[in-house]
């Protein structure tokens, strides 16, 4: 079975491949980020465009082709988009979603150790949105 897991955020994503005997990483790096200055309050404020958002995702969900069960991870809210992005472009990749995590900044051989675990046991499985 192959089994994959992705750590997200708005800035990059970290797709793992992992077995018992070892793991394969891979880091997709999100589109830069454009920077705004609002002339009234004089902040700054950066964001992506919807556009490299999308790029992204599409890139990520061909990174995670092949894959029989998926773990999401992240510590905010991109994880969520990715997976409202996949349901709705990719519903082949986002039906093998298995669960959806919030993980903070962990190192990589926490987030290794964890994915083990998690695909050692049982877990809910996500039901598609209709």
């Known amino acids: 079975m192959r089994q994959m897991a992705i750590w997200i955020d708005h800035q990059q994503t970290h797709v793992f491949h992992v077995t018992e005997e070892t793991f394969e990483e891979a880091t997709l790096a999100s589109p830069a980020h454009h920077i705004h200055r609002h002339p009234k309050s004089q902040q700054t404020r950066t964001h ?3 556009e490299d ?3 992204f995702f599409d890139e990520v969900i061909r990174a995670l082709a092949g894959a029989e069960e998926i773990l999401i991870m992240g510590p905010s809210v991109t994880k969520l ?3 409202r992005y996949a349901q709705q472009h990719a519903p082949a990749v986002a039906s093998h979603v298995v ?3 919030t993980a903070d900044h962990p190192t990589d051989r ?3 150790a964890h994915i083990r675990h998690y695909f050692g046991t049982e ?3 996500i039901v598609p949105a209709t």
């Open 48 to 50: 992506n465009h919807p």
């Open 53 to 55: 958002e999308h790029r």
């Open 81 to 83: 988009h990715f997976l």
């Open 99 to 101: 669960g959806l995590e």
């Open 110 to 112: 926490q987030l290794v």
């Open 123 to 125: 877990r809910p499985r």
